[in-house]
């Protein structure tokens, strides 16, 4: 069974300053992917980024990167320059690849708040 | 690309009364989620078609949930009798292939 787990509920940042979103999952699948999501206070869910299981590289997307740790099973999300406009939750999800199939199993998420 | 498109975006029923959710899903894209999200329980998936076939609906919570799949372009979640409960917010999202998924508005059902 698939499993995502993000232990931080709230997290505060100030303003132009970098985070780091925590994520850990579990799959006995050797060919997945980990995707995160930003949903702001209406109510959207917004997709940020995504990692595939054998990708060399971490994945980045304009001021969002993804720190990879397979052997670790983590997957955080680093968000540099922190804007206002970041204050949102933000969700980590994985499926399997593999036959194009499966469904995105979500964590719980983590509530950014960027501070003036 | 006019994204995924939920109606109504709110609705609000008594119990007891059928409540159905409708959702079209990205031009192409050939595989159709839907999620509940509440604040217990997070996001769920509820169900997921590939081709309007559907492929796993063992998130669906009873025999009161239906979802349906007609065409391409359509799909809907009904709720038959709803009760309070279900009151969430329902999102429908799909995607091509191995594609992200997209996610469309949500509809928040509240059942009085």
């Known amino acids: 069974a698939q499993k995502i787990t993000q232990t931080q509920p709230g997290m505060f940042v100030q303003e132009k300053e970098a985070v780091t979103l925590d994520c850990t999952y579990d799959?006995?699948?050797?060919?997945?992917?980990l995707f995160w999501y930003k949903q702001p206070s209406s109510g959207e869910m917004i997709f940020l980024i995504y990692?595939?299981?054998?990708?060399?590289q971490n994945a980045t997307e304009g001021r969002y990167s993804l720190n990879f740790q397979k052997a670790r099973k983590s997957a955080n999300l680093v968000i540099s320059a922190s804007q206002l406009g970041d204050s949102a939750m933000y969700f980590c999800?994985?499926?399997?690849?593999?036959?194009?199939?499966?469904?995105?199993?979500f964590g719980q998420g983590t509530e950014l708040s960027v501070k003036p | 690309d006019a994204g995924v498109i939920q109606s109504p975006r709110h609705e609000v029923t008594e119990m007891g009364q059928e409540v159905t959710l409708r959702c079209k899903p990205i031009?192409?894209?050939?595989?159709l989620f839907w999620y509940r999200q509440t604040m217990m329980r997070g996001l769920e998936l509820l169900i997921y078609?590939?081709?309007?076939?559907?492929?796993?609906d063992s998130g669906m919570p009873e025999d009161r949930f239906s979802a349906k799949m007609p065409n391409a372009s359509f799909s809907t979640l009904k709720i038959q009798p709803s009760e309070p409960r279900d009151s969430a917010v329902y999102f429908c999202?799909?995607?091509?292939?191995?594609?992200?998924?997209?996610f469309g508005n949500g509809t928040r059902l509240t059942v009085t």
């Open positions: 799959t006995s699948d050797p060919s997945y992917g």
């Open positions: 990692q595939g299981s054998y990708d060399q």
């Open positions: 999202a799909s995607r091509s292939g191995n594609s992200p998924l997209h």
């Open positions: 999800a994985m499926r399997r690849i593999y036959n194009q199939g499966g469904k995105l199993i």
């Open positions: 078609f590939n081709n309007n076939v559907p492929i796993d």
């Open positions: 031009s192409g894209h050939d595989y």
